[in-house]
């Protein structure tokens, strides 16, 4: 059980419908946590990052609960199966003795729920402690801890489940907390009892009380910095918003501390060099890197490159995870295994045993000799990237790239010429209907995947629009070919898309011949 000192006072009212005990008040979100902590209730359990941390608060003994109207696999079985209870709906009778079992020391709020919610009403009405998502991570599991946070528009999750996979794997027993499913966790976080603890820090913002970005609240004293472009269209206004956000976080960073940035992404380090006022130190694949990958060869298995540190040869290496900008997010990583004090060897043992994460040019499987596989991709560059990726790993196979818009910027026409470019590597483009939330986008602001698909043929690369994932998987089952790979890009489950069309492959293929 843990119990910090302090608390937040409140201003009494009136509030005896809510059924809560003692005085209540319109308060602020509290910056401490309450003495004693043994009840949290998340309204917005759902999410992945508000789902990991209810399942990290419960492995510290906790009694955690939680609300969503979005209640559905993975996260709801995950929540099930670490015995979270999850109320359907918000309502302010969610907080009552009678809902949860009895009063919750702390809420904490996550940043898809509006100030009207009712539950959040209710919470600011009733006196009731209540934090965001990123501070509540801070005062729970970083105090006391060295965070080590990685930032950036592309590459985070990557980074940050390798970066605590390899310190794992050296025996440093680290924390982490990754926006994705780490195989080799098993989940999306790790406790650890070592003095490392990495963090996926997320230029969202925080919450409706608190508009700053996620990775503000961090504490960070080491950082990666993968790259910094235009994201986030719905929070951040333009260019220099990103800029100002980023030089925010990296402000945060003792003198003390270090940095690794990308040296490859040449905004990054202007930033990084700008704004931090720690050690610098820059890692990539153009010369001027001080922690550098030569003589990289990829093939099937990965890749292999020998790592030069200030222009010094440390060793060769071989890394199983495809791509350029997969090899640089393994550089960054690598920045922060040496800075710790890791030898080459133990390195190579994390790297070897690094299984991946879901939805990470994840292999679903295959059938009929069409390979399947699913990615996060949603950015243009990641789009690009993962492509090119894909491209080098399997250069004999006819390359299917089927996308759905699922972000709120993805779902926007700001990047729709950037997408145009994005699919030049493939050989098949499919454009599905954008994911359908209950937002309303105007219609001049709206992608429109149908002109998307036509901008994609006239660079030369076939691309159609088929809004449904049933037309899709039908288009799919009667037009590939044995050696084909069908890599399906979102944000999203695509509507259940590679194991639905792993499926239909299997019940199309041909009987086998028993001689």
């Known amino acids: 059980m843990m119990k910090p000192p302090g608390g937040t006072a409140l201003r009494p009212r009136d509030a005896a419908t809510l059924g809560l005990p003692g005085k209540v008040a319109i308060m602020a979100e509290t910056t401490v946590l309450p003495a004693p902590l043994s009840r949290v209730h998340l309204v917005g359990i759902c999410g992945t990052g508000m789902g990991t941390l209810a399942g990290m608060l419960a492995a510290r003994g906790l009694h955690v609960t939680g609300s969503d109207e979005n209640v559905y696999p993975p996260m709801s079985t995950q929540l099930q199966r670490w015995g979270i209870p999850i109320l359907e709906g918000f309502a302010a009778e969610n907080l009552t003795p009678e809902r949860l079992g009895g009063v919750p020391d702390l809420v904490i709020i996550g940043n898809v729920c509006r100030r009207t919610n009712p539950e959040c009403v209710a919470v600011e009405q009733s006196g009731l402690p209540y934090m ?21 528009t592309h590459g985070k999750t990557t980074t940050t489940a390798l970066t605590g996979h390899l310190l794992a ?218 492509l090119r990726a894909i491209r080098r790993r399997y250069p004999d196979r006819r390359i299917w790239a089927v996308f759905e818009a699922k972000s709120n910027t993805s779902r926007l026409n700001v990047f729709q010429d950037e997408y145009t470019r994005a699919f030049d590597e493939a050989d098949q483009v499919i454009i599905a209907r954008p994911y359908i939330k209950k937002d309303s986008i105007p219609p001049e602001r709206r992608l429109d995947p149908g002109e998307l698909a036509a901008q994609i043929a006239a660079r030369g690369v076939p691309a159609r629009l088929i809004p449904d994932v049933p037309d899709i998987i039908r288009t799919l089952v009667a037009e590939t070919q044995p050696g084909d790979l069908v890599l399906g890009m979102s944000g999203s489950s695509f509507g259940g898309l590679h194991p639905r069309l792993v499926q239909a492959l299997y019940e199309t293929s041909p009987p086998e011949v028993v001689p």
């Open 132 to 152: 965001s998502m990123p501070r509540a991570v801070a005062r729970c599991f970083l105090d006391g801890r060295t965070s080590i946070v990685v930032a950036g």
């Open 169 to 386: 794997a050296a025996g440093f027993d680290p924390g982490v907390l990754v926006g994705g499913v780490v195989l080799d966790f098993g989940g999306s976080y790790r406790l650890g009892q070592g003095a490392p603890f990495v963090v996926e820090g997320d230029e969202y913002d925080s919450a409706y009380f608190d508009k700053g970005p996620k990775f503000l609240h961090y504490q960070p004293q080491i950082a990666v910095l993968t790259a910094v472009e235009f994201d986030h269209a719905d929070i951040f206004a333009d260019d220099l918003a990103i800029d100002r956000a980023f030089a925010a976080f990296l402000a945060l960073l003792p003198p003390t501390g270090a940095l690794f940035v990308c040296g490859d992404e040449p905004r990054a380090e202007g930033l990084a060099k700008a704004h931090a006022r720690c050690p610098v130190m820059t890692y990539g694949l153009g010369p001027s890197a001080a922690l550098r990958a030569v003589d990289v060869h990829f093939d099937e298995t990965g890749v292999r490159f020998r790592l030069l540190r200030q222009g010094e040869e440390l060793g060769e290496l071989r890394s199983p995870l495809a791509g350029e900008h997969n090899l640089r997010n393994t550089l960054g990583s690598l920045g922060v295994l040496l800075h710790q004090g890791a030898s080459l060897a133990q390195i190579q043992e994390g790297l070897s045993s690094f299984r991946g994460i879901r939805k990470r040019q994840e292999v679903i499987g295959e059938q009929r000799g069409v390979l399947v596989i699913d990615d996060f991709a949603h950015h243009p560059t990641a789009v690009r990237e993962t």
